[in-house]
């Protein structure tokens, strides 16, 4: 079984909520590539992980192809 936190940003606490989801043991963080996914409010995992990676916690993220993936992702 996978712990799992899948906040929301509604309120503007997403990435907070998921950085202590992480701190109480979630092993994933559910949620969208740029802000994007099936409803507004979902946390932005780019936001996340870069926030996690300059507070010094590898998020496991390769940021190496991350403008390929925003060209072929979205229109602009």
């Keep these: ?3 799992s936190v899948h906040p929301h940003n509604d309120r503007g606490s997403g990435v907070s909520d998921a950085e202590f989801g992480v701190l109480a043991g979630a092993e ?5 590539l740029f802000g994007i996914g099936e409803r507004t409010g979902n946390v932005d995992l780019i936001t996340l992980a870069m926030n996690m ?3 010094g916690y ?4 390769n940021f ?3 403008e390929a993936i925003r060209k ?4 602009n």
Excluded: A, C, I, W
């Design 28 to 32: 994933r963080v559910e949620g969208t």
């Design 58 to 61: 590898d998020p496991k993220l």
């Design 64 to 66: 190496n192809n991350l």
């Design 1 to 3: 079984m996978t712990l």
């Design 72 to 75: 072929k992702n979205m229109k």
């Design 53 to 55: 990676y300059s507070q």
